[in-house]
């Protein structure tokens, strides 16, 4: 079993910055993605960002250039680095993990999510 920790949410007003983290933390044998997810009240979940093993990371249209993902592999942890917001990022946000695991004698891969955090961007 794998856990998930968020923190860093809450309010902010328009233009200004959050930073978002997750840890993950159980019997991982190897972290293979990480990211963010959001669901705005009424609205369907939606990728934010996420980031891979290698380094390689993908942004949803609406954040690239102000939403930066970041990654630590020796702490199993990830970052979102979240600048200019807007009153339409406003929504919780869900860490989500692509993660083997350790089970006896063998690993199996399984994808994790957080509890969520939420995100307020108002004035």
């Known amino acids: 079993q794998v856990h998930l920790v968020e923190s860093g949410g809450g309010l902010v007003q328009p233009g200004g910055s959050l930073r978002l983290s997750c840890a993950a933390s159980g019997r991982i044998f190897s972290i293979n993605a990480m990211g963010w997810y959001r669901q705005a009240p009424g609205k369907q979940r939606e990728l934010v960002a996420v980031?891979?093993?290698?380094?390689?990371?993908n942004y949803a249209d609406s954040v690239k250039g102000r939403f930066t993902i970041s990654r630590d592999n020796a702490k199993n942890t990830v970052s979102l680095q979240m600048n200019s917001l807007k009153p339409e990022d406003t929504a919780v946000y869900s860490c989500n993990a692509d993660v083997t695991t350790i089970q006896g004698t063998g690993v199996i891969r399984g994808d994790y999510w957080g509890q969520g955090i939420q995100v307020t961007v108002s004035s």
């Open positions: 980031i891979v093993s290698g380094g390689r990371t």
